[in-house]
């Protein structure tokens, strides 16, 4: 199974701050790499897919990049409806693995 | 759209079998490039993706949970379902029913159901 390690597991920031939240693979994904969003009680949604690609009606502040083992989701400038756990999800190969999350809280 | 709504009981005892299914509306479950696919969610926990099936049939289970999970498929009611036996307190979660979707050569779990929480007790 390809592990899927995310980082901070929490964040603290402000509204209008740039937030980075970091995912690594333990083997070479390429770009195969999904970002979802997920509010509480809620489903997740997807931001990101194949890495870097916006998913139709997500905001523009919301960036992908990375491939290999590497990726990065990062947030231009926080809005109050961001913050919520992201997650990393690998579609490369089965079976289909998650990040841990990471929760962006307000300060 | 596509929407999907996860039905089933929200409690099961110890050693019993879990069923749930997934009614899915706004399409056909036997159209298109989709995967038809269960992730759960522990209270606090993250996302563990279960398994999921073609509408041929074809069926892909997370290694882990194989022994004990069934995934099936009704094209007449346009409805998947998750059976999963000898359930445990650690399978206590919210389960999901999603669409495993193909955009370009990307594929992503989009959308989801507003899940269901199952909880395993006595």
């Known amino acids: 199974d390809i592990q899927m390690t995310q980082s901070p597991s929490s964040l603290s920031a402000s509204v209008g701050d740039r937030v980075t939240i970091t995912c690594r693979a333990s083997?070479?994904?390429?770009?195969?790499l999904n970002w979802y969003q997920q509010k509480p009680g809620k489903a997740p949604k997807v931001l990101i897919y194949?890495?870097?690609s916006l998913q139709s009606g997500v905001p523009s502040r919301f960036t992908g990049s990375g491939s290999g083992t590497d990726f990065t989701l990062t947030i231009s400038s926080l809005q109050p409806e961001d913050f919520a756990t992201y997650y990393c999800q690998q579609s490369y190969s089965a079976p289909r693995t998650f990040g841990q999350g990471t929760k962006v809280e307000i300060k | 759209q596509v929407q999907l709504k996860e039905s089933g009981p929200g409690l099961v005892k110890p050693s019993q079998t879990l069923s749930l299914t997934c009614t899915v509306s706004g399409g056909s479950i036997s159209s298109g490039d989709y995967y038809w696919t269960w992730i759960r969610q522990p209270p606090g926990k993250g996302l563990e993706w279960i398994g999921y099936?073609?509408?041929?049939?074809?069926?892909y289970y997370n290694p882990s949970l194989k022994s004990r999970l069934t995934i099936s498929v009704d094209t007449s009611k346009n409805q998947f379902s998750l059976k999963l036996s000898s359930v445990t307190a650690a399978d206590t979660a919210v389960y999901y029913c999603?669409?495993?979707?193909?955009?370009?050569?990307?594929?992503?779990?989009?959308?989801w159901g507003q899940g269901t929480l199952v909880t395993v007790s006595s």
């Open positions: 999603a669409r495993y979707t193909r955009n370009t050569i990307f594929w992503a779990f989009d959308p």
């Open positions: 099936i073609y509408y041929s049939g074809s069926t």
């Open positions: 194949g890495a870097s």
């Open positions: 083997q070479s994904i390429s770009n195969y």
